[in-house]
């Protein structure tokens, strides 16, 4: 499976947008990019995902690197419910199976 | 969490007990997975099935565990004669016909294993 890199920790203001990156140089041209969150004590949760272009939705944006070999995750205005641990995989088209598997992921802390 | 229901929510079992581990996915998905969470560490994959098949069980412990999804009900993730190093967050998860790498999956709330 193809392997993805985030910053262990970040932090961010409430009410200001927050950049998450990602790091996926090994990325395969069938691969998606996908972003989940996870909540304390919650189950991951789906924020969005995308291939080549740029993606947005209620929650959030995703920017992807010309070269697909890195992308953004973007909140536009961070809450305090937006503190969670943030989760870049990715996931292969016409794999074998339709498995995800997590890193580490991104602990956001989001201050008041 | 978009529908996944998983019960109990919260079990505790004396070491040697077995433990079911109950999902419901999404209304009109075939196709389950079950993740494992152990305390301070990340989401582990364990088994992917689809209806009466088991199509990944890689992340699978070779012994104890089982998992099943019937053609009808709940899929059933068992562990039999629990330890202590059992306990853990166990996660459900449901997508519709497989999609391939776009494919988005929907978590339940998790249930919450504690082996004494």
């Known amino acids: 499976d193809a392997k993805t890199t985030q910053p262990n920790s970040m932090e961010s203001n409430e009410e200001e947008p927050v950049h998450l990156p990602c790091n996926h140089s090994?990325?395969?041209?069938?691969?998606?990019i996908h972003w989940y969150r996870q909540l304390p004590s919650q189950g991951p949760e789906y924020v969005i995902h995308?291939?080549?272009s740029n993606v947005n939705n209620r929650m959030a944006s995703l920017a992807i690197a010309e070269d697909r070999k890195s992308s953004t995750l973007i909140l536009h205005r961070a809450t305090l419910r937006d503190a969670a641990v943030y989760y870049c995989i990715l996931g292969n088209y016409g794999g074998a199976t339709n498995k995800l598997i997590f890193g580490t992921g991104t602990l956001l802390a989001v201050q008041p | 969490n978009a529908g996944v229901m998983q019960n109990p929510r919260h079990l505790v079992r004396r070491r040697g007990q077995e433990a079911r581990l109950r999902c419901s996915p999404v209304k009109g998905h075939s196709h389950v997975y079950w993740y494992r969470q152990l305390p301070e560490e990340g989401l582990k994959f364990m088994v992917y099935l689809q209806k009466e098949n088991i199509i990944d069980e890689s992340g699978m412990p070779k012994e104890r565990f089982s998992a099943e999804f019937p053609k009808e009900g709940p899929s059933i993730l068992r562990i039999q004669q629990v330890v202590r190093g059992d306990s853990a967050a166990y996660f459900c998860?449901?997508?519709?016909?497989?999609?391939?790498?776009?494919?988005?999956?929907?978590f339940g709330e998790g249930s919450w294993l504690t082996v004494v």
């Open positions: 998860a449901s997508s519709p016909i497989g999609q391939g790498g776009a494919n988005t999956i929907y």
């Open positions: 995308g291939l080549t």
């Open positions: 090994t990325i395969s041209g069938t691969d998606y």
